[in-house]
């Protein structure tokens, strides 16, 4: 049996390795002369983590837990992070207090506290991860995506602290033309530091963005006490992994067609998949319908909310309007005058420009946002409303290679 889910995660670790070391463009191998030194070891998180996620598999710890508990096991669990958050946040509101002396003591036992729940936490994430791969693993099968009961690759998944992602685009236009993943550790001036001396020497658009998971194998995980959206992300992932072995997947990052292609079904896959997951097992935390708002009259409307979608689409389509005039200043003013309002509205963004776009441009799962009107996002989302079922979609899209022949398929639906 060990020797069974060895040759499993070989064999999975193997595209997903080659993944993170995605054939290079001349420009990313010109932004590699600044980051060499600050660059993630992938290749050495993966075969740790890989053998950690051996060891526990080969334990079985869930098989020994009736079904209930095996989910009140995973409640506990985040109740732990969420408190772990709560102690990091008092302890950085202790260290920003102007007079640390009066503190110091405050200081000193939350840290011992952190440690002692940061103990706890990997003691227990083990047990925790078991749990959720293979509840998600069940749920996987019922769609379909399963090979004699177990979804291949197997989903494996660990929390942790993420690599940072440097993405640089050119100026005159929002395209991804290198994303490279740094350190954990990387502090903030580090990250400016290295945005603006790239920035300076290849004449480009940078920004150091955090990422909420990638798709090594097992996959990389933030984080969180966020139970619906770690389902999401462990699934969306997992499709990562899983369309490493199709046309799709290879593709991943040949053209910016192809990126947003990729992530864009990765996210309609991780919503529907963690919304079954979470009904199924947590059903406390589904969330229901919202109720139609009421009518009010005239007199009562309040001012409307700030749509942070809304508003992020708007400036999207006026910055594309800007660039294809060849307008790039202008652009980058504009830019900088929306990001100004973002601020003032509670979304205090450190830089919007074109690589910020080019970032999260690519999750087009959603008409409004940072994709603006890129026609793919809206092609892939119409290819899903077609497919009688999510397998029937994904079965569609692991085998396309360009945007031309997902417009065909398109065509062809009824």
């Not at 995506?145 to 005159?172: K, M």
């Not at 490493?244 to 292609?261: F, S, V």
């Not at 009904?279 to 005239?298: I, K, L, M, Q, S």
Request: aromatic share 8%.
């Amino acid at each position: 049996m060990r020797r069974l889910l060895l040759l499993l995660l070989l064999a999975a670790c193997a595209p997903a390795l080659s993944r993170a070391s995605l054939p290079l463009h001349d420009t990313q191998e010109q932004v590699r002369a600044f980051t060499r030194p600050l660059e993630f070891d992938y290749v050495r998180w993966t075969l740790r983590t890989a053998a950690e996620k051996l060891q526990a598999a080969t334990l079985g710890l869930p098989r020994y837990l009736p079904a209930e508990e095996q989910s009140q096991r995973v409640r506990q669990f985040m109740a732990l992070v969420a408190q772990i958050q709560l102690q990091e946040a008092q302890l950085s509101a202790l260290h920003a207090d102007p007079k640390p002396v009066r503190v110091a003591d405050q200081i000193e036992a939350t840290r011992a506290q952190l440690e002692q729940l940061n103990a706890q936490r990997r003691a227990e994430a083990p047990l925790a991860e078991s749990i959720l791969q293979a509840q998600m693993s069940t749920i996987l099968a019922e769609q379909g995506f399963a090979l004699g009961g177990q979804p291949i690759p197997p989903v494996l998944y660990h929390s942790t602290p993420l690599p940072w992602a440097l993405i640089v685009s050119p100026r005159d236009a929002i395209r991804q033309e290198a994303n490279i993943s740094l350190e954990t550790e990387l502090s903030l001036e580090q990250q400016i530091a290295l945005e603006e001396q790239v920035a300076a020497t290849l004449d480009v658009a940078t920004l150091v963005v955090p990422v909420g998971g990638i798709g090594t194998y097992p996959t990389m995980v933030a984080q969180t006490s966020a139970l619906n959206w770690l389902c999401e992300v462990v699934a969306h992932e997992w499709l990562h992994n899983y369309l490493a072995w199709h046309p799709l997947g290879w593709q991943y990052a040949q053209a910016p067609e192809l990126t947003t292609m990729n992530e864009t079904t990765a996210n309609l896959f991780g919503k529907e998949i963690g919304a079954l997951l979470i009904a199924r097992y947590y059903p406390e935390y589904a969330t229901p319908n919202a109720p139609a708002p009421r009518p009010h009259r005239a007199a009562t409307i309040e001012p409307p909310r700030f749509d942070f979608r809304q508003e992020m689409h708007t400036t999207r389509l006026r910055v594309d309007a800007l660039l294809a005039a060849g307008q790039v200043a202008a652009a980058e003013d504009y830019m900088e005058a929306r990001r100004l309002i973002f601020w003032e509205n509670g979304y205090p963004l450190r830089k919007l420009n074109q690589a910020y776009f080019a970032f999260y441009g690519s999750y087009a799962d959603t008409p409004t946002g940072p994709a603006g009107e890129d026609p793919v996002g809206a092609a892939v989302r119409q290819l899903r409303a077609a497919s009688p079922s999510l397998l029937a979609f994904v079965h569609t899209m692991q085998s396309l290679t360009s945007f031309a022949q997902l417009q065909a398929q398109l065509n062809q639906a009824p």
